[in-house]
């Protein structure tokens, strides 16, 4: 049974920094594609970031680009996400899904049509 367990949250200020981590069990990160998503109150979930095999390929949603690093450790089968100078618009409910597809470059999409999985999400708080 494939598991995703998200974790890291919490309550920051502006400005300060978190990494959230997403450990894997009942499949091998290291074949997957996989990314971080957000889902804010009153909004649809969007992608944040992919990172892609075979080679790694990384992709960022433009309001986190130069903030935001997603990163694999495949001997802990775990995917991170490290998340810089946060602003209270980062707000939001943060899931690990795969696979992550990356549509021409633009956005990601997570697991559709019951195909992978969702981690059951870690709450971001950005507040003064």
């Known amino acids: 049974q494939v598991q995703l367990v998200e974790s890291g949250g919490g309550l920051v200020q502006p400005g300060d920094s978190l990494r959230l981590s997403c450990a894997a069990s009942?499949?091998?990160?290291?074949?997957?594609?996989i990314g971080w998503f957000r889902q804010a109150p009153g909004k649809e979930r969007e992608g944040v970031s992919c990172?892609?095999?075979?080679?790694?390929?990384?992709y960022y949603a433009d309001s986190v680009k130069g903030r935001f690093t997603i990163s694999k450790d495949n001997a802990k089968n775990t995917v991170y996400l490290q998340m810089n100078n946060l602003k209270p618009e980062d707000t939001a409910v943060y899931y690990c899904?795969?696979?992550?597809?990356?549509?021409?470059?633009?956005?990601?999409?997570?697991?559709?049509?019951?195909?992978?999985?969702w981690g059951q999400g870690t709450q971001v708080t950005v507040s003064s």
């Open positions: 899904g795969f696979p992550c597809t990356v549509i021409g470059g633009v956005t990601a999409l997570g697991p559709q049509g019951g195909i992978g999985s």
């Open positions: 009942g499949l091998t990160l290291e074949h997957y594609s």
């Open positions: 990172i892609s095999i075979p080679d790694g390929t990384t």
